[in-house]
Nanobody, 118 residues
Framework: QVQLVESGGGLVQAGGSLRLSCAASGRTFSSYDMGWFRQAPGLEREFVARIIWSGGRTYYADSAKGRFTISRDNAKNTVYLQMNSLKPEDTAVYYC???????????WGQGTQVTVSS
């Protein structure tokens, strides 16, 4: 089992940047593909970005491509989401996700609020 704690959310003006962090504890961090999802009020949770266990491959939602970058530091048990050129429609609670590469089981953090003002 793994525990996830997000940080780095906040209020930013449109066009600004934020970097989210997700610290993991518990089982070996490199046993998990890591991802970021988000949920805006009244909407379903949606995929934002994913990075495989080794860091060798990344995937992005169309809305994130070219603006967001996911990365991980397996030595620090941390995954990051660098968000640039933020838009008001990026406003949401951002959740860190860990997916066990063997079992496929998913784990979630508690979320961090990102608010982008126009």
């Amino acid at each position: 089992q793994v525990q996830l704690v997000e940080s780095g959310g906040g209020l930013v003006q449109a066009g600004g940047s934020l970097r989210l962090s997700c610290a993991a504890s518990g089982r070996t961090f490199s046993s998990y593909d890591m991802g970021w999802f988000r949920q805006a009020p009244g909407l379903e949770r949606e995929f934002v970005a994913r990075i495989i266990w080794s860091g060798g491959r990344t995937y992005y939602a169309d809305s994130a491509k070219g603006r967001f970058t996911i990365s991980r530091d397996n030595a620090k048990n941390t995954v990051y989401l660098q968000m640039n050129s933020l838009k008001p429609e990026d406003t949401a609670v951002y959740y860190c996700n860990a997916r066990d590469v063997n079992s496929g089981r998913n784990y979630w953090g508690q979320g961090t609020q990102v608010t982008v003002s126009s």
